[in-house]
């Protein structure tokens, strides 16, 4: 059959200049055998029942087959009763799904303030936290340590100085963001201070979670908490991007406002966010996670556990003492003496810890590490301590 009108011509096939091989049959350099150290990822390690969903909806927009117009409404999959039990979980009112923490936050900045407004923040929020207030057209100011060297504890007290000292000068202070546990140190800020103070002043407050949601208990209500900010890759067992934004419902009408020429579109979402396999594998986990957080005693005694041990042959935890999460960094001058004379330099530790089977550690870094050991089972933790003493024992 001959085809008529704009298809009836020829079309010239281009030819590229491209390798299209290095594409084909892509494996991990860092295999599902290793442990993996990163703590980005301890927390992102999903459970036998997300990856069975992954065969069901690795296809572009599987999750969209009943959709009627509105992600966070499709009850095939469960997404509406996953987003109401979320909700629940973190004790908040209402839920939506995003690609990712930063995404939620730049959802309340552009939302609730106003171009120019300030945003107060802690001096160690995650680079994403001053991303999106400077896409949102905002101000940041930010609160100072209460202590810095070694442990960079901020002053949470501080929050009710740099937004008194703001409004003093006339400056209008539209939200204040406290990072709960922030990805440098793994320092455990106590949410309840910061979210009495923004009751107390009158300004909406946001926790960012990243790093807690998923691998410990954190229930905003109790903190006051008007905008929670959550990781599906980093700490909910999910596939990246995905996250979550829970809200007060004081909030719902601005964060779920819909679009006037496509009611059904909730503008602030970009009518919808995480629409694929995240989202399936972030509600696949769901069960594993509210399970695995009422253990998170055990998982602070690991981390303790290998503070103790790994101090004992030189390494220094950076960070308020004693830790209060799994997130460790630890300065490290013993490697760093090592590796003036090993041949390989820097690598040396990367080296080692790869032929005990351990990843997760960046290449070339001695003079400081960060690791985590969330979720491993304790002959697990006990190998990595054993191995890493090992390493600087025989390297010498």
């Known amino acids: 059959m001959e085809l008529e009108g704009p298809y009836s ?4 096939v281009i030819t590229l200049d491209i390798n299209l091989d290095k594409y084909k049959n892509l494996t991990r350099s860092l295999t599902r055998e290793f442990i993996n150290l990163n703590p980005i990822q301890r927390g992102g390690i999903l459970p036998k029942e997300a990856k069975k969903a992954v065969y069901e909806y690795w296809d572009g927009y599987s999750v969209c087959d009943y959709c009627h117009g509105r992600l966070d409404e499709v009850t095939c999959p469960p997404i509406k009763d996953f987003l109401e039990d979320i909700a629940k979980f973190l004790n908040m009112d209402c839920a939506r799904p995003t690609h990712g923490a930063r995404e939620g936050k730049f959802i309340v900045m552009h939302a609730i303030c106003k171009e120019g407004d300030y945003v107060v923040l802690d001096k160690n929020a995650h680079y994403t936290s001053y991303v999106a207030a400077e896409r949102a057209k905002l101000n940041v100011a930010e609160v100072g340590y209460e202590e810095e060297y070694p442990t960079y504890k901020i002053n949470l007290e501080g929050y009710k100085e740099v937004i008194d000292n703001l409004e003093d000068k006339g400056k209008n202070v539209g939200l204040i963001l406290l990072t709960h546990v922030d990805g440098e140190y793994g320092n455990l800020n106590d949410a309840k201070k910061v979210g009495k103070i923004a009751k107390e002043k009158g300004i909406p407050f946001l926790l960012n979670c990243a790093y807690t949601v998923g691998r410990m208990p954190v229930n905003g209500k109790e903190v006051k908490a008007d905008f929670i900010v959550a990781s599906g890759h980093k700490s909910m067992a999910a596939s990246a991007p995905c996250g979550i934004l829970a809200f007060s419902e004081e909030f719902s009408d601005k964060i779920t406002k819909t679009s006037e020429k496509f009611p059904v579109k909730e503008i602030e979402m970009l009518g919808c966010t995480s629409r694929g396999l995240p989202i399936v594998t972030l509600m696949a986990s769901f069960p594993h996670v509210v399970e695995r957080v009422k253990k998170w005693d055990e998982e ?16 220094k935890q950076l960070g308020i003492k004693p830790k209060e999460h799994d997130l460790i960094k630890f300065e490290t001058p013993v490697l760093d003496e090592i590796a003036k004379k090993d041949k390989r330099r820097g690598f040396f530790f990367y080296d080692e810890l790869k032929k005990r089977g351990i990843g997760g550690i960046r290449a070339g870094v001695t003079k400081e590490i960060k690791m985590s050991v969330y979720g491993l089972e304790w002959e697990q933790v006990e190998y990595v301590v054993n191995a890493i003493k090992e390493i600087v024992e025989s390297c010498k």
């Not at 011509?9 to 010239?12: A, P, R, T, V």
């Not at 602070?300 to 390494?315: H, Q, S």
Request: charged share 50%; aromatic share 16%.
């Open 9 to 12: 011509k020829k079309f010239e």
């Open 300 to 315: 602070l005694k690991k981390t303790r556990y290998v503070v103790d041990e790994l101090e004992k042959i030189g390494f």
